[in-house]
């Protein structure tokens, strides 16, 4: 029998990483948690480390340090603290894969030192290749290192491409649920709530990432993201929405043949497919039925609308800092309308001016991003005020 394969799960407590221990607890003879790490949300990392026994554990807010400490320390379990710490654990020796389900912008320096020490990632912060994609993707072929998509559209097109990495792609089409406000025109929009824009229609998801979902925007993060993937252009990306969310993604090759990955939204089948490739475990996940869905839908995204997603499409061909200046806009407005401190339109306007006014950068380093996402925030921040 094979050694389990030792798994770092950067964000343990979110969305992703509890369905990410979800899978480890099917597959205890596959998978062994070696790290995880939390934010803010202590008891439940407690709750995690007694069950799965890591290695160490990380809790980014260092007010909570001694709360872990105390309670995991007596068990073997080693407890750091601080933002610092979570780019540092990666670099164990013990560690066969990072799956980064970090939120954000936050995720891209974990990232990078976990390529360096030749760790593989199971990829589920998207922000991390739209911030600094170039970067990302150079450091993983210099060090050796594979990245596997987690995110579900991602996913998709990566299963569709095994045995196929040798046949050019055409083009790859990536599927939208709409969101909850598909359909919807500005008017509409300009009065909704956070409470509206949190009901997503398919996934549960963490708040971040369903306010994207709602706005486009994590659509449009994800085209940036299939570029790096699949080293792409923007003409070979299509975007489709699809409202039942059962087509995840598709690929359409030179010769005219499409193929595309199904199944019920169940974020934990891409999540057991980057940690198992080239192998697929059996699961016990609800399946697809087709007597269950009389139609699958298909219908042209509304830009106009949904104006964040042509902000992307124009970031990815402007290049540069552009998506790191969109992803840092973009990260700031969501946080301000959650608290309910700028209108559901407004977030696309401060996106926008900040595109405009921010330096732009042809071809940034690292260094050029870490002070692009600064000045980017800092200017989001100076026009959500001037809004208010």
Known sequence: MNNPKSVA??????SIGTQTLEVVRQHREEFQVEVLTAQNNYQLLITQALEFEPNAVVIANEDHYPTVRDVLQPKGIKVFAGTKSISQVVEMDSIDVVLTALVGYSGLIPTINAIKAGKNIALANKETLVVAGEIITALAKEYGVNIYPVDSEHSAIFQCLVGEFHNPIEKIILTASGGPFRGRDREFLSTVTKAQALKHPNWDMGAKITIDSASMMNKGLEVIEAKWLFGLNKDQIDVVVHPQSIIHSLVQFEDGSLKAQLGLPDMRIPIQFALSFPDRLKSDFERFDFANFAALNFEEPDMDTF???????????RGGN??????????????????????FLEMSDVIEAALAKVEFVK?????????TDAKARKLAQELLLKIS
């Open 322 to 343: 552009a998506p790191c200046i969109l992803n840092a806009a973009n990260e700031v407005v969501v946080e301000a309308f959650l608290k309910d401190e700028v209108g």
């Open 363 to 371: 071809n940034p380093s690292l260094e050029d991003h870490i002070q």
């Open 307 to 317: 104006r964040n997603l042509k902000l992307a499409f124009d970031s990815l061909e």
């Open 9 to 14: 799960i950067l964000g343990s407590t979110g």
